[in-house]
């Protein structure tokens, strides 16, 4: 089980810390990604993890998010500074089983899914 913490409303330009907690299985085990729906919009890859550190992000997020994993806690984390109202959306953190070191950006690759948490930037 993926549980997210974190989200909130905040101004643009403001920060926010998502985090997700897994239960019930290591996480080390798993390819971590966060994902974002805004309304209308389809589910898209915002930032990715693999089992060996690898990062991915894409590219409206880049040099604003920082995604980490904190294998020893069970969990990882999703910092996201000067936020802009088009980061607005539905966040979701998800886990996928994928040969070592490896990612995806396709939502369909991930096996278990958080419940999503809001963030909402605006003035």
């Known amino acids: 089980e993926l549980v997210e913490s974190g989200g909130g409303s905040v101004q643009p330009g403001g920060s926010l810390r998502l985090s997700c907690r897994a239960s019930g299985s290591a996480l080390d085990k798993y390819a971590v990604g966060w994902f974002r729906q805004a309304p209308g919009k389809e589910r898209e890859a915002v930032s990715l993890?693999?089992?060996?550190?690898?990062?991915e992000y894409e590219d409206s997020v880049k040099g604003r998010f920082i995604i980490s994993r904190d294998n020893a806690k069970n969990t990882a984390t999703l910092q996201m500074n000067n936020l802009k109202p088009e980061d607005t959306g539905l966040y979701y953190c998800?886990?996928?089983?994928?040969?070592?070191?490896?990612?995806?950006?396709?939502?369909?690759?991930?096996?278990?899914w958080g419940q999503g948490t809001q963030v909402t930037v605006s003035a």
């Open positions: 998800a886990a996928a089983i994928l040969p070592y070191g490896t990612l995806s950006v396709f939502a369909n690759a991930y096996d278990y």
């Open positions: 993890i693999s089992t060996n550190g690898g990062i």
